[in-house]
């Protein structure tokens, strides 16, 4: 089935534009005309479209780059709980929806959606068909709430748990962006030192004849390497990088690092408050929203980001299915903290497993932005410090062999 780009007028006469998603031109016009539409123009949309032929030929590229962001979605979650809560047909808010937002591709992907929901598919099955950009969390809670009529409520939960998450991921981006840029740039700075200062030096240097520092050799062979052989510094660095990906993708490998994330010091506990207030949070959503536990834990597993975590909510999920409690499987595990397994515990025996979850999540999420910022102010000084030696030791070693002349200038 392709999509099509077309142009033409609605039933005022105003015109429009759009994609529809159809198995030929002739199934789409009809398609359209179902809809009210009268198209006067129909093209099959293309991923790189290209268009016309010869010297006249365009080939539109900005579309392999097109991508729907996690605050699109949010955005979108929140706008449609809005038409939703005001009874505005599906239809019509899908058209809402389509019509505001700014991004193409997700324009193109709720066009479809739309037209899908105009010939009689829900909500849910009409975004499943779109996984790149809604993922089974979103779909299945859409699911729930038109199966329990409660659509509205559901949207209202999905769209704080997604403004949740891009607020979370935001905090996390913005904290570790000033850290890294000062990174980049002193890296920068000391490449060039290396590249175009000192081998200026070691000429002035070699002009004497006079044996030079060890630390003083040392720094001119890094300059040499960098200069003179930088080819094979070049492959053996992306080689480093290649392979470590390459073995990173392999099963061992990825029990490896994952493992790893969760245990290296300092990271590791902030990487397991994550993925906890992660599972907290998504649990604690789909199972308000009506999700079955199971359906529910299938789809935590997928979005907790570890798979050591997510093993042991596979535990979790294979123990319920016995009718036994969620919270054992996960306190065995060993990767799940006590409190949060004691909160659970409490919320099974009591009923109140939703309002456990999300206030562990609530918990976990402030725990993550003091642990970010304390973080993020330690180590900006720790980074001063440290091209602080860097460069105290580059000029170290150009100042030993002055302060050798001088001595045998005396």
Sequence with gaps: MGVYEYAGLDAAGKPVKGVVEADSQKTARARLRKQGLYPTDVNEQKQGSVRGSGLSMEIDFSKWFQRVSPQDIATLTTQMSTLVGANIPMVEALGALT??????????????????????????????????????????????????????????????????????????????????????????????????????????????????????????????????????????????????????????????????????????????????????????????SGVPILTALAIVKTVVGNDVIAAAVEGAGKNIAEGQSIAVPLKQSGEFPPIVTHMITIGEKTGELEGMLTKVADAYDAEVENTVNSLTSLLTPILTIFMGLVVATIALGILLPMLQLASAVK
């Design 99 to 288: 019509e505001q937002t700014e991004n193409p591709k997700l324009k193109a992907v709720l066009t479809e959606v739309t037209g899908k929901v105009n010939e009689g598919f829900t909500l849910a099955k009409a975004l499943r068909a779109h996984p790149t950009v809604f993922d089974d969390l979103f779909v299945n809670m859409v699911d729930a709430g038109e199966q329990s009529g409660a659509l509205e409520l559901v949207l209202t939960r999905l769209s704080a748990y997604t403004e949740a998450s891009v607020a979370l991921r935001g905090k996390l981006v913005t904290a570790i962006t000033y850290p890294i840029l000062m990174m980049v740039v002193s890296s920068g700075l000391v490449l060039g030192l290396f590249t175009f200062v000192i081998p200026r030096i070691k000429r002035i240097f070699d002009s004497f004849g006079k044996e030079l520092p060890i630390l003083t050799r040392f720094l001119f062979g890094v300059s040499n390497l960098v200069t003179e052989h930088y080819i094979i510094l070049g492959v053996v660095v992306f080689g480093s990088i290649f392979g470590a990906r390459w073995w990173l993708k392999t099963p061992a490998g990825r029990a490896w690092w994952h493992r790893k994330q969760l245990t290296v010091p300092v990271f590791g506990p902030l990487n397991r408050t994550v993925a906890v207030s992660r599972f907290c949070r998504t649990l604690g959503t789909l199972l308000v």
